[in-house]
């Protein structure tokens, strides 16, 4: 007879021959603990079962004996705790097993019966138990002689016993595990595909990386980022690293070039003028210096520089730097290289930085830094991008995504069309995105919030971040003695100025104006024209907005501000009045505007008009206008002296209340941001004297450059001087100061230290006057809101120029014109130039988010409108995959499919269910599937025990934060989960509760593979398969039992 297990099947054949007498005798390569409970389970039991394994390593072949993919629908059964517990009761009482190194055939004696199953293992395909759609045609036959027998009898006979080596081994694979074994058992499969030039302990180790101090200084989360960092720049040639304010990217970026330093590469670092300091005091041998045993020797430019020909920046000559000869680029605050506008008449900085650093001379390697964009315009990631891929927009071909620019189009398409849902969530967004946008971000990004950190790292022995209190909320008059004196009033009498004097071109004779757009238009890229005297019109809105932001400060800096206006006004209708000298046949395209005979013939700064051109009676009419309202407004704005003018009293009553009543015990200290030097300069003044007689508190003014100031004794005024005396704690005063006596209580400073500075031994931050952008308050606050502070509580005061938020923004909306306030949730910065659709909508963000910061201290990712990085790539996953020792990495070997684990819920508003982790084994429309689920071929879906699909597989970076919040650390079973379920279930025997929830989570898996089909239509590589995957074909990897 020849068993086909179609119409005879092994199994049955093999059930028909046995009696309570029989002796079960196997002999065969290997056989899985499936297959033996299979066959144990359905003989009455006392038969001896002897079984012989043709190979003497089982550890080689340990695969073979756990995990046959063969089996994925037995494991869909998820019994298989009870199944392999039965095992192992069975081996250890009725079953005896040997290994021999003789190779032989496979077969199965019972008694006289013989059933012959060469090739194939001895498992549940073989015996029929489940179809693998494999031919089978098993011999069977009827041994009377009992030779067959004798033959295994000899071979047992020289057989070693290795009975406890199985039991071992069976014992590994017991799917109930600790759930930290589970998560790290998860991700190691999901992210087991790592190239080889991942980074290696080893190679850190051996440059001398791990011993600086700068590594030394690094938090656990902060060391991830720059491993993640440091592996994304080997492979794809750059990173961005975009952490949440206050998480110390600096120290990060810095950590990266000590690296590439330690290599002997030679490091640029572009950073934002006013942030420049930051940078500088890292590369100095002073003893302010607390990494100057790092001997960092990187070169330090502004932004700007990147715009100009020559002269000397700090102690660089630009006209003897080698732009081609730097092996890493860093790049911070790259937001600002976002647009790549065109100039007609000189090479822009993005240009410069892309043709004469990144892609000229030696390859360069770029580390991009970046506030956490919370973005509203995905596009653009498109420029800063391009410094990585030296502008190849196929450079990530080879990771699945053809086209860069294509899928941040894209992006941006499906954005825009999420955004006019009527109440539009981030997991909406999430469910809309391709695959394609999360892996461009997961390859180039690397992104954690303060909630991420506060998740999903133990920072006990850090501390915790502060308690936000609510924020304060002031609202100062300008005078003391006249209450109608207001910022509605003030603003009234700004809209009378035209102040159309800063657009020359304005002023033109007509005939003339073609002549001048030839000269000074330009067309960008896609071939639009962008008008200078569009661009003039908006550098008037830009002058309108600064008188008001400059009104909003202080009265003081109001008045210098207006002072300068006059003078520029004074100057140019004297230039008219004395102007007497007409050229004649002269045409502009051939004048040099800089040749100092013409300087009494021009008016105009870079666009240079000559006086003879323009309608002079005209302008002067504008000039003399605007004189008039600018002097009326002076001589009233300086009856308000120092006596008078409220809001510095307010902040005085602030302070002195503070002082009083301190929020930590003693702590005295204030930081006073204003977004003005002069306010700055102003505040300091009027304060430092007064708060050092009264209170004996030492004050300090930063500003930027040489301009600083302190009245603390023996103190420097270079910028790392005085934060060192402000926060000593943090800046490690007594190592790099330890003779310094007294400290700084009061800081007054601009945004020159808004970003990159640690000053968390202060607990008292003021906002002067309240930005524009919501971005730059949480900047500012970031200085004390910092993980690891000694504070328990912290606070936040805003100035606010009124109470009505409405009428506020309505008076900026006058300002502002026809001009378009930019969103600025991507990049923290205001483009007050571009002028695009949206213009209400913009507004009402900006009042909302102010409404919120009223109320609460919000973060940059928690700002409503966009999508944080953080919630999209899988950096922190994948540096866990590659923390997992060897030795863990062998016992996942041994883990069975469908391994689980118990855990309680310990996330809030998170319901209980059960999360799984299912491969797809069906390799047709993988690109469409990877675009729907980054992680295919895995999938994670956390459903409830309801049957509600509450984490979808589009969702797998929220899945995995919560399979690790859940999972890691827990290196124990929980006794008490352990007992309840072995009630419920049986020991694993009743499952039904759980296959019910996997058949849903398949369905919602099948109806995923619909969508990557219909997707797969429309593309031309893609092969349409015209059917969806059966449930067979999805293995069950993991899951997490969650209980309330």
């Excluded at 049955?12 to 290997?30: A, G, P, Q």
Aim: with cysteine; aromatic share 10%.
């Amino acid at each position: 007879m020849i068993i086909n297990n179609q119409d005879y099947y092994l199994f049955n054949e093999i059930l028909s021959k046995v009696n309570s007498n029989s002796e079960i005798l196997i002999c065969s390569n290997n056989f899985t603990f499936n297959a033996i409970f299979g066959l144990l389970n359905q003989i009455n039991g006392g038969q001896r079962v002897r079984l012989i394994i043709n190979t003497i390593d089982i550890e080689e072949e340990k695969a073979l004996f756990i995990h046959n993919p063969l089996e994925v629908r037995t494991d869909a059964g998820l019994n298989g705790y009870y199944r392999l517990n039965t095992v192992l009761k069975e081996i250890q009482t009725n079953v005896e097993i040997r290994k021999t190194n003789v190779s032989g055939i496979s077969y199965i004696v019972i008694d006289q019966h013989v059933f012959m199953f060469a090739p194939h293992a001895f498992d549940e395909a073989t015996l029929g138990i489940i179809k693998d759609g494999r031919p089978y045609l098993f011999p069977y036959i009827l041994d009377e002689q009992f030779s067959y027998k004798q033959i295994f009898n000899n071979l047992w006979n020289v057989a070693v016993d290795c009975k406890e080596e199985l039991l071992y081994l069976y014992d590994q694979a017991n799917p109930l595990k600790p759930a930290h074994d589970i998560y790290q058992y998860t991700i190691s499969k999901i992210f087991q595909d790592r190239d080889e030039s991942d980074l290696k302990e080893e190679r850190l180790t051996r440059t001398g990386f791990k011993s600086s101090v700068i590594w030394s200084k690094l938090f656990n989360f902060q060391k991830d980022a720059v491993l993640g960092a440091i592996d994304k720049i080997e492979k794809y040639n750059g990173c961005i690293i975009a952490d949440s304010v206050g998480l110390g990217k600096t120290f990060e970026a810095l950590a990266v070039i000590k690296y590439y330093e330690l290599r002997n590469d030679r490091v640029l670092v572009l950073a934002p003028k006013k942030l420049r300091d930051n940078w500088i005091t890292y590369t100095k041998n002073y003893t302010t210096n607390i990494l100057e045993k790092d001997r960092f020797n990187y070169d330090v430019l502004n932004h700007t520089d990147l715009g100009r020909d020559g002269g000397m920046s700090g102690d660089i000559d630009l006209d003897k730097v080698h732009w081609g000869n730097y092996d890493l680029v860093v790049i911070d605050e790259s937001h600002n290289f976002r647009n790549n506008n065109p100039s007609k008449d000189h090479i822009t900085r993005y240009e410069r930085l892309m043709n004469q650093i990144i892609c000229a001379g030696v390859k360069t390697k770029v580390l991009l830094l970046s506030a956490t964009p919370v973005n509203t315009r995905l596009n653009d990631l498109k420029n800063q991008v391009a410094f990585i891929t030296e502008s190849n927009d196929q450079a990530l071909k080879e990771e699945g995504i053809a086209s860069i620019e294509l899928t941040l189009r894209q992006a941006q398409t499906k954005f825009n069309n999420w955004l006019k849902d009527s109440n539009p969530s981030r997991d909406g967004l999430i469910n809309r995105l391709d695959g394609d946008y999360f892996k461009l971000l997961d390859l180039l990004t690397i992104s954690r919030s303060r909630k991420h950190i506060e998740k999903y790292y133990d920072v006990s022995d850090i501390g915790k971040f502060p308690e936000r209190l609510k924020p304060k909320s002031m609202y100062s008059e300008f005078d003391t003695q006249d209450k109608d004196f207001s910022i509605t009033y003030l603003n009234e009498q700004l809209q009378l100025l035209n102040l159309q004097f800063y657009s020359p071109l304005f002023f033109v004779h007509k005939h003339l104006q073609p002549k001048y757009a030839e000269k000074y238009d330009t067309i960008t890229k896609n071939g639009t024209k962008f008008s200078q005297l569009e661009r003039e019109e908006s550098i008037i809105t830009l002058m309108r907005v600064n008188l008001l932001k400059r009104l909003e400060s202080s009265i003081h800096s109001f008045c210098l501000t207006l002072n300068s206006v006059l003078n520029r006004i004074n100057f140019l209708i004297d230039k008219i009045d004395n102007h007497k000298e007409f050229l004649d046949d002269v045409d502009i395209m051939d004048l040099d505007f800089d040749d100092e005979e013409l300087r009494d013939s021009v008016i105009g700064g870079k666009v240079k008009v000559l006086l003879q051109d323009i309608d002079q009676v005209k302008m002067k009419g504008y000039l003399e206008a605007d004189k008039s309202i600018i002097e009326k407004l002076l001589g009233r704005c300086e009856e308000i002296t120092v006596n008078r003018d409220q809001k510095l009293k307010d902040l005085i009553q602030l302070i002195e209340e503070k002082i009083q009543n301190p929020l930590n015990s003693y702590n005295k200290k204030v930081i006073v941001f204003s977004a003005f030097a002069d306010t700055v300069r102003y505040l300091y003044d009027h304060f430092a004297p007064y708060f050092q007689n009264k209170h004996q508190l030492n004050a300090a003014m930063v500003v930027g450059g040489d301009a600083n100031k302190t009245n603390l004794i023996d103190c420097k005024t270079d910028l790392q001087s005085i934060l060192t005396n402000f926060s000593p704690l943090s800046k490690s005063r007594d190592s790099v100061m330890p003779n310094q006596k007294g400290n700084i209580d009061l800081l007054f400073c601009t945004d020159c230290i808004s970003e990159g500075q640690n000053l968390q031994d202060c607990d008292y931050l003021v906002n002067y006057d309240i930005h524009w952008n919501p971005v730059r308050i949480i900047q500012r606050f970031g200085r004390i809101d910092r993980i690891g502070s000694q504070n328990k509580y912290i606070q936040l005061v805003n100035f606010y120029p009124t109470r009505e938020l409405d009428q506020y923004i309505d008076l900026v909306k006058r300002v502002k014109g026809r001009m378009q306030i930019l969103d600025i949730s991507a990049t923290g910065d205001d483009n007050v130039i571009d002028e695009r659709s949206g213009h209400q909508k913009e507004l009402e963000y900006r009042k909302k988010q102010l409404e919120r910061m009223r109320e609460s201290v919000v973060d940059l990712e928690d700002l409503e409108g966009g999508i944080s990085i953080t919630d999209l790539t899988f950096n922190d996953f994948k540096i866990d995959a590659e923390r997992i020792s060897a030795a863990d990495n062998l016992r996942y070997e041994n883990f069975a499919g469908a391994s689980f684990s118990l855990v309680r819920n310990n996330i809030v508003d998170q319901e209980a269910g059960v999360l799984f982790c299912v491969k797809d084994l069906n390799s047709t429309n993988f690109d469409e599937k990877l675009k729907l689920n980054l992680l295919h071929p895995y999938a994670l879906v956390y459903i409830s025990k309801a049957g509600d699909i509450l984490v979808p597989t589009r969702m797998g970076k929220r899945a995995l934060d919560l399979f690790k919040k859940l999972a890691f650390g827990k290196e124990t079973l929980d006794a008490e989960l352990l007992k309840d379920f072995n009630i419920s279930t049986k020991s694993g025997r009743y499952m039904s509760e759980y296959t019910e929830l996997l058949d849903l989570v398949k369905s919602h898996l099948s109806g995923e593979e619909k969508e990557a089909q219909i997707s797969s239509i429309f593309n031309s590589n893609a092969v349409f398969s015209g059917k969806v995957s059966n449930n067979s074909q999805y293995q069950v990897l993991s899951y997490l039992i969650v209980s309330a």
